[in-house]
């Protein structure tokens, strides 16, 4: 064999070596795609990362005028280190900077403590139990499923952004700024509660404070759990109809589409399953509802069994 022949020989056993490197790549990606058709799910490394950001809301904004006809509202100028930040129910805020979060200490430092919590309001406690939730190994258990979703493979970025809104001195400030800040009453308390709910939507997760002020025992990491598992479903905060709120008679569907109640039940017991089974008491409460089942007989009666019950025929439970 002459030298030449033996180089030629070499050159196209490296094309082949090439082009099938280059087929295995293509089957690899193409079968990827394929499975994650079939299922939420594929095999992958694939790393999501969280990022925090702080929102400090000054206060409410004051509506200055109003054009009824068109809707539009005009408000004061936010100052140099402000933004506006719209809640839902068209509630609007002063609002500082957002700021991302690069630790727990600058966590601290942004809610205006050192290592002493005994200033924190509950509400703000419960942005701090959120941050703390992201180094549990329930969250870490979330990432490594996360990572493997559909809407994290086909995500640029794969990032979690998870905003921690405060509005601990949002009733206050309206008597010290007056003439931008509308000053807020007892019936009003509810309706910010609702302007800043916990939600997830395709941008992340937002958690505001005012919700967490009223409960005695804090329930943040249930709340970011469960919001965090909506990220990883195809459509995340849309599921509620046609208002995108979490109304119950939606999660039961509504005149327009009756389906969606399937669809809310399914979304929704998901992320109840993440979020309820971090927490000792929740856990058990997500177990009492599988332990048993119900038959409606009436409006208001039932007839209970115990899951495994062996009067109950797979008939039975197709009637359900
Ligand atoms: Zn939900």
Not at 65 to 81: I, M, R, S, W, Y
Not at 223 to 236: N, S
Not at 260 to 285: M, N, P
Request: net charge negative; charged share 30%; aromatic share 10%.
């Amino acid at each position: 064999m002459s030298k030449r022949f033996e180089s030629n020989m070499l050159l196209s056993t490296h094309t082949v070596v090439k082009q099938l490197f280059a087929v295995t790549i293509l089957i690899i990606t193409f079968s990827t795609f394929v499975f994650s058709e079939e299922d939420n799910t594929v095999n992958s490394n694939q790393k999501v990362t969280t990022e925090f950001i702080y929102r400090r809301l000054i206060g409410v904004a004051k509506i200055l005028e109003e054009n009824f006809a068109t809707g539009d509202k005009v408000f004061a100028q936010p100052k140099a280190d402000e933004e506006m930040f719209e809640g839902r129910d068209g509630w609007n805020f002063f609002s500082k900077k957002a700021v991302v979060v690069e630790s727990r200490q600058h966590l601290l430092e942004l809610l205006g403590v050192g290592e002493d919590l005994s200033g924190l309001s509950k509400g703000q406690l419960a942005l701090l139990d959120v941050y703390d939730t992201s180094n549990s190994p329930d969250y870490k258990e979330f990432m490594n499923y996360a990572g493997k979703t559909k809407p994290f493979q086909s995500s640029s970025d794969n990032k979690i952004i998870v905003e921690l809104a405060d509005a601990s001195g949002v009733a206050e400030q309206a008597s010290i700024d007056a003439d931008r800040c509308a000053s807020l009453n007892a019936d009003d308390s509810d309706a910010l509660r609702r302007a800043l709910w916990p939600h997830a939507n395709e941008d992340g997760i937002f958690i505001g404070s005012p919700v967490y002020e009223e409960y005695t025992v804090n329930p943040a990491k249930s709340t970011f759990l469960h919001e965090v598992q909506h990220t990883t479903q195809e459509d995340p905060g849309g599921e509620y109809g046609l208002n995108g709120k979490h109304c119950y008679d939606e999660r039961l569907g509504n005149d327009k589409n009756s389906e969606s109640g399937l669809k809310t039940a399914y979304t929704e017991g998901q992320a109840d399953w993440r979020g309820l089974r971090s927490k000792i008491d929740d856990r058990s409460l997500l177990e009492s509802r599988l332990d048993e089942i119900a038959f409606q007989k009436k409006y208001d009666e039932y007839t209970v069994f115990k899951a495994w019950d062996k009067s109950i025929t797979a008939d039975d439970l197709l009637h359900i």
